[in-house]
């Protein structure tokens, strides 16, 4: 056996997770009930067995078909572009919108190709400052805009 | 006269000064994201849809839609003077409009692309006023059985937009309403799929969705390739189009007005599908088909009326329906929902200011954008050789803010992160991301439906073909797939999506 086309075949391999995962879960876990009275399981169980369905035709497929490889995965932006939104969301109740902003700036500016300080800088200067006043300020949105535990904020 | 009559009371609203403020932000932002290449009307209503909680719903759904429309208008800016799309429904204007730019000719090809879509959008706000409020009652007869058989017309309708394999965007779509009814069923109070999370309860948020698969992934995705951008902005020396220029255009203009104006009406449509079909049908039909792809204005005047006709009516089957032909619909109406407004034919009936005034918004709107975008062409120029390193950092603040207020929750951040992941894996393994969209905004809706019709059915599955409406659906959406299916229209298909690629 020989996978002549990768990209379908990964693709026919992760709708058979999706949906072998959905018709399992749904199974052991929710009624399914019958056609007349739907369960909360009837309708994922439908689902995830059609999912696997359309996920063996590819993957089938792509035994019998010559495809595209699948092209190379760059890590780097990845995971820095997840990790500045997660480090974003999670440090915005500890820490207030500027480090949060000024976080989110610099980690996601280490994923593209060039990083300059002083840009970066500038930058996370300005969003922070747009930040405050458009969405804080003019839109009132209930953003900490410090850290918690600095007791007495000057800009509140 | 009943019409003439919603129409005045339509302007009465549009032309408030209050309401006239926010089309023209709408407006503004709708040309400056589609001006910029690499964040579309998508991320931008979805970033501004917790915002629009502070407005009152006409001011919100005249805003969010003056950024789809006006993202039309600033698309075909940066393809014909950078040949990069700034929008993926001005793809094919890239083709002739950049090499009308190149042979000096970027001034007519933008003035025609702003007239066309003026045209257009007039058109289209005629046609939607005339045609909804029929639709609309004809929607209220709809049962649980047509509704479901419209939505399943829908999906099929997404996946001929897609490209590549077929089965593959039909998995797509199955994935979308899968993660789409995760959260409390309805019906029976059991929490599906939420592994205890108690953030899941409510399933999951269709922004957050929308933001990873088409902001995160979008970003990740363009920070492989190295910047390059060469901007040809010396040919800008008049702006008129000559008398052989106007001869030539009128009837691509009409033309692809009637069909975008068609293609944005069904289901899964939209702008993107009515500009490629008004270019393959000029190239087909014109007497100068010879010299499309070496700057025919006809290759510039039809897509470019067609995608604005397009991204109109697709208005329609929102405002009738209930129903969001695409995902920027699906936006409009979880603003609508924001604003504890069901979306469904009786919003016309019960709000007829909010659907009116938005009618004849955008016809304001339209206007606004003919007068602005060209003087202002020079100004949008500039903001093209801001480079992407400032600009990626500066969209995500934006998103995260957006996610992180809908609930305030850093949660919300984390799934967002999660689905742009998933976006990236998508985007390599060739599988597109709009129609898991529509299936995720479908899915708690048609599980509904699908259950409500076998009930009043007792079981009987073949309700869906002896009710006359829902088995036209149907049948429909089956002729649909075999079109698709067969061998030439495949490659016609394929053609069609490898000039986008080139």
């Keep these: 056996m020989k996978i002549k086309s990768p990209k379908d ?21 929710y009624q399914m009930g019958t056609a007349v009275r739907m369960g909360p399981g009837y309708f994922p169980v439908m689902l ?23 092209p190379q995965f760059h890590f780097r932006p990845l995971l820095l572009i997840s990790l500045g939104c997660v480090a974003y969301g999670y440090l915005m109740k500890p820490l207030g919108l500027i480090l949060a902003t000024v976080a989110l700036v610099f980690i996601s500016a280490f994923g593209g190709h060039e990083f300059k300080w002083k840009e970066v800088l500038i930058l996370s200067v300005i969003l922070v400052l747009f930040s405050v006043l458009v969405f804080v300020k003019g839109l009132t949105l209930p953003f900490p805009i410090c850290p918690q535990f600095i007791e007495t904020c000057p800009i509140r | 006269m009943e019409i003439l009559h919603n129409l005045i009371l339509g302007f009465g609203v549009a032309v408030s000064p209050i309401n006239l403020f926010y089309c023209l932000i709408g407006c503004l932002l709708g040309t400056l994201i589609g001006v910029l290449p690499g964040i579309g009307p998508v991320a931008t209503i979805a970033m501004l849809l917790p915002i629009t909680f502070n407005l009152n719903p006409t001011s919100a759904l005249i805003m969010l839609s003056g950024i789809y429309y006006g993202a039309q208008y600033g698309g075909s800016t940066t393809a014909i003077l950078v040949n990069i799309p700034g929008e993926s429904s001005s793809v094919v204007t890239c083709l002739d409009g950049y090499q009308m730019a190149r042979q000096g000719r970027a001034g007519p090809a933008l003035a025609i692309a702003a007239i066309g879509s003026f045209f257009a959008g007039c058109a289209a706000t005629l046609l939607i006023a005339f045609a909804a409020p029929p639709l609309a009652e004809v929607a209220l007869k709809f049962g649980p059985a047509e509704y479901f058989s419209l939505m399943v017309l829908g999906l099929v309708a997404a996946t001929v937009l897609a490209h590549g394999s077929l089965i593959k965007a039909i998995a797509m779509v199955i994935l979308g309403l899968l993660l789409g009814i995760a959260g ?18 409510d399933g999951i948020g269709f922004v957050v969705v929308a933001m990873g698969m088409f902001g995160t992934a979008e970003i990740i995705a363009n920070l492989e390739m190295k910047e390059k951008r060469e901007i040809f902005t010396a040919t800008l020396k008049t702006l008129f189009p000559t008398k052989q220029d106007w001869k030539r255009s009128w009837q691509p203009i009409l033309r692809g007005t009637a069909l975008g104006s068609f293609l944005g009406i069904l289901p899964g449509g939209g702008a993107l599908l009515a500009s490629f079909g008004a270019y393959t049908l000029e190239k087909k039909i014109s007497k100068y088909s010879h010299e499309f792809g ?82 202002l062409i020079g100004m949008w120029i500039k903001l093209l050789s801001v480079p992407y390193r400032y600009l990626y950092p500066s969209i995500l603040v934006f998103m995260a803010i957006g996610v992180y207020s809908l609930s305030n929750n850093a949660f919300d951040v984390l799934i967002m992160a999660v689905f742009g992941i998933l976006g990236y894996l998508c985007v390599k393994l060739e599988c597109e991301p709009a129609p898991m969209i529509l299936g995720f905004i479908l899915g708690p809706l048609m599980e509904e439906n699908l259950r409500r019709a076998m009930l009043l059915s007792r079981g009987d599955p073949f309700v869906f073909v002896t009710k006359p409406i829902s088995a036209g659906f149907i049948f429909a959406s089956v002729i649909l797939l075999i079109i698709v299916a067969l061998p030439n229209i495949r490659k016609k298909r394929d053609e069609a999506f490898a000039a986008e690629e080139t």
């Design chain 1, 9 to 29: 075949f990964w693709a026919g391999v992760m709708f058979i997770a999706f949906g072998g995962f959905a018709v399992a879960w749904s199974m052991t876990h």
């Design chain 1, 48 to 70: 995830g067995g059609l999912l696997v369905v359309l996920g063996l035709a590819t993957l089938l497929a792509a035994l019998a078909m010559d495809g595209p490889p699948v």
């Design chain 2, 184 to 201: 409390t069923d309805v019906n029976s109070g059991v929490l599906r799929f939420t592994f205890d999370i108690p953030e899941l309860s």
């Design chain 2, 294 to 375: 070496k700057g025919a204005i006809e290759g510039v005047a039809g897509p470019e009326s067609a995608n604005n006709a397009g991204a109109q009516t697709s208005f329609i089957p929102m405002l009738t329906l209930g129903i969001p032909g695409n995902a920027v619909m699906a936006l409009m109406i979880g603003a609508l929902m924001i604003q504890g407004i069901a979306p469904g034919p009786q919003v016309m009936n019960e709000k007829p200011e909010l659907f009116w005034g938005l009618i004849a918004s955008m016809w304001v709107g339209n206007l606004m954008l003919v007068v602005l975008n060209l003087p």
